[in-house]
């Protein structure tokens, strides 16, 4: 998954991009089917900030699903016209789904609140799917934690509004900055996928910020789900001839 398929090579050229290919074999030879990693674009022009917050800075932050853990060093600077992106699609998380996950966001500094991307689609966006009611993200949804949100992005009108778990929060409990326990759905398909974690004020846009003065923090790493991807290629010989398939170790003669 994540993958698409780029051609057909003949002992070594490459000798076709269709699929499927038909050619005639008079000899020992070896066809190896390509596939390149899809190459989706994301937004990552977040800029810099606009004023130091020696007190405000995203050091690191982890998660673990019981069975493995990961923490990713980010090391945030703070001095004013500090970069906002980081890309950290280098480290690699790895969760089982259907497990319960948690987290720890070492943040340290005024009020902010934290929010957890997934690119399930693979399509270069980040888009969410919550409840109406009280924001909890559907199984489909790519943001998939956050620790508040009012509804509505930015400071204006932030004076109420709710976590993931669907916790309502008003007043001093709006100052979370850590992410309740959540599960990555138990129907996602294995494979590397895209990952976004933003600190921010108020604000699941993915792709924006409610104030560069406020020293946010947007970083991308990589999502690995855990499992076998299965391909299914079709070989058909020719009358008074025959075809070997190698997988790993095992050769199977038709």
């Given at each position: 998954?994540?993958?698409?398929?780029?051609?057909?090579?003949?002992?070594?050229?490459?000798?076709?991009?269709?699929?499927?290919?038909?050619?005639?074999?008079?000899?020992?030879?070896?066809?190896?089917?390509?596939?390149?990693?899809?190459?989706?674009?994301?937004?990552?022009?977040?800029?810099?900030?606009?004023?130091?917050?020696?007190?405000?800075?995203?050091?690191?932050?982890?998660?673990?699903?019981?069975?493995?853990?990961?923490?990713?060093?980010?090391?945030?600077?703070?001095?004013?016209?500090?970069?906002?992106?980081?890309?950290?699609?280098?480290?690699?998380?790895?969760?089982?789904?259907?497990?319960?996950?948690?987290?720890?966001?070492?943040?340290?500094?005024?009020?902010?609140?934290?929010?957890?991307?997934?690119?399930?689609?693979?399509?270069?966006?980040?888009?969410?799917?919550?409840?109406?009611?009280?924001?909890?993200?559907?199984?489909?949804?790519?943001?998939?934690?956050?620790?508040?949100?009012?509804?509505?992005?930015?400071?204006?009108?932030?004076?109420?509004?709710?976590?993931?778990?669907?916790?309502?929060?008003?007043?001093?409990?709006?100052?979370?900055?850590?992410?309740?326990?959540?599960?990555?759905?138990?129907?996602?398909?294995?494979?590397?996928?895209?990952?976004?974690l933003k600190i921010d004020w108020n604000n699941v846009d993915a792709n924006g910020v409610s104030s560069k003065s406020?020293?946010?923090?947007?970083?991308?790493?990589?999502?690995?789900?855990?499992?076998?991807?299965?391909?299914?290629?079709?070989?058909?010989?020719?009358?008074?001839?025959?075809?070997?398939?190698?997988?790993?170790?095992?050769?199977?003669?038709?």
């Amino acid at each position: 998954d994540g993958y698409k398929f780029a051609g057909w090579k003949l002992n070594g050229s490459l000798v076709s991009s269709s699929n499927p290919y038909t050619a005639t074999i008079t000899s020992e030879s070896e066809f190896v089917a390509i596939f390149e990693e899809g190459g989706a674009e994301y937004f990552t022009n977040f800029g810099n900030t606009t004023r130091t917050y020696g007190d405000r800075n995203l050091s690191s932050f982890s998660f673990s699903d019981g069975t493995n853990s990961k923490t990713v060093s980010v090391n945030q600077s703070t001095y004013s016209g500090a970069a906002i992106y980081y890309d950290k699609t280098s480290e690699v998380v790895t969760l089982e789904p259907g497990k319960a996950v948690s987290s720890t966001i070492n943040w340290t500094g005024y009020w902010m609140h934290t929010y957890l991307f997934i690119d399930w689609d693979k399509n270069g966006e980040f888009t969410k799917d919550l409840a109406s009611n009280n924001y909890k993200p559907t199984e489909n949804s790519e943001l998939v934690a956050f620790s508040f949100w009012s509804g509505v992005n930015g400071s204006s009108n932030d004076g109420q509004g709710y976590d993931h778990a669907g916790t309502y929060l008003t007043g001093d409990n709006r100052n979370v900055h850590s992410l309740k326990s959540f599960t990555i759905p138990a129907g996602k398909k294995p494979g590397s996928y895209r990952a976004r974690l933003k600190i921010d004020w108020n604000n699941v846009d993915a792709n924006g910020v409610s104030s560069k003065s406020d020293a946010p923090c947007v970083v991308d790493f990589t999502l690995n789900i855990p499992g076998t991807i299965t391909y299914t290629i079709g070989v058909t010989a020719g009358e008074g001839g025959s075809a070997t398939i190698n997988g790993g170790t095992t050769a199977v003669d038709i």
